[in-house]
């Protein structure tokens, strides 16, 4: 069995007036929010190997905060592919993960993420900034990664952990 754990990224700043999308950097809550991920990564003993991520900047420096607050060292690519995807995109990524992978980080947006959520356990829940997704999947191999084959073990929300 492998895990995935899907990570939109944090609450970004709102689009400057002639600015690329792909610049927009986290705001203060959208860094407090990793923050918090990250520290529940920890306090769950969630251990990732590899992370792929957007290469957008609120979704690397979401990854770069997730797991310094985590305490994990993992390896990071950064995949264009992942960058305004469409969960059919998604799963080609995944697909190509070494099968010695374990437990991978997805850092992405929406609607991507919540499609991919709902392409792979068949539960339509949303996925606000920040948001992240634990789930297992029925597999050995990654390059067999398909849809309707994960169970959503659980979803963690950075408002539910701001009471932590």
């Known amino acids: 069995m492998k895990t995935l754990l899907l990570l939109r990224h944090a609450k970004a700043e709102n689009a400057a007036a ?6 927009r950097a986290l705001n203060e809550r959208g860094k407090k929010e990793a923050q918090a991920i ?5 306090r769950q ?4 190997e590899l992370v ?4 957008a900047v609120r979704a690397r420096e979401t990854a770069e905060l997730v797991l310094a607050a985590a305490e994990v060292t993992a390896n990071v690519r950064y995949d264009q592919g992942i960058y305004e995807a469409s969960p059919r995109q998604l799963l080609e990524v995944i697909s190509e993960v070494e099968d010695d992978q374990s437990a991978v980080l997805l850092v992405g947006h929406n609607p991507g993420m919540e499609d991919l959520l709902r392409a ?6 949303p996925m606000a900034a920040g948001t992240l997704a634990k789930i297992n999947l ?6 067999r990664v398909t849809e309707d084959i994960g169970d959503l ?3 963690v ?5 701001a009471a932590d």
């Not at 003993?45 to 990732?48: D, M, P």
């Open 18 to 23: 002639g600015s690329s999308d792909i610049n």
């Open 38 to 42: 990250g520290t529940y990564l920890r």
């Open 45 to 48: 003993n969630l251990s990732v």
């Open 52 to 55: 792929l991520c957007s290469p």
């Open 120 to 125: 792979l356990t068949g539960t339509g829940e």
């Open 138 to 143: 029925k597999l050995d191999e990654w390059s």
């Open 153 to 155: 073990e659980c979803i």
């Open 157 to 161: 929300r950075p408002d539910e952990l």
